[in-house]
Nanobody, 115 residues
Framework: QVQLVESGGGLVQAGGSLRLSCAAS????????MGWYRRAPGEQRELVAT???????NYADSVKGRFTISRDNAKNMVYLQMNSLKPEDTAVYYC?????????WGQGTQVTVSS
């Protein structure tokens, strides 16, 4: 089992920044890719960014140039630096960790961007 705990969400004005953190515990040696996903009200959950164990990143077009995903394998952490936030970034943000067998999810953290 892998446990994921997110932190760092909150309320911010448009144009502002937030940094999300995700702490992994449990069978961390089994984790390959990690990532951030989000679900806006009334919408399906969507990919925001992913990062491999080696540091290769992938971003949704909507966040390219504004968000940066990073990972500290020694600390079992993954981060999402969000800059130039827009009201349409408002969502619950979920951390995810992939093993060979399945994907694990955190409980989510709310990000609200006011206009």
């Amino acid at each position: 089992q892998v446990q994921l705990v997110e932190s760092g969400g909150g309320l911010v004005q448009a144009g502002g920044s937030l940094r999300l953190s995700c702490a992994a515990s449990g069978r961390i040696f089994s984790i390959n890719d990690m990532g951030w996903y989000r679900r806006a009200p009334g919408e399906q959950r969507e990919l925001v960014a992913t990062i491999t164990r080696g540091g290769t990143t992938n971003y949704a077009d909507s966040v390219k140039g504004r968000f940066t995903i990073s990972r500290d394998n020694a600390k079992n952490m993954v981060y999402l630096q969000m800059n130039s936030l827009k009201p349409e970034d408002t969502a619950v943000y979920y951390c995810a960790a992939d093993t060979v067998y399945r994907r694990y999810w955190g409980q989510g953290t709310q990000v609200t961007v006011s206009s």
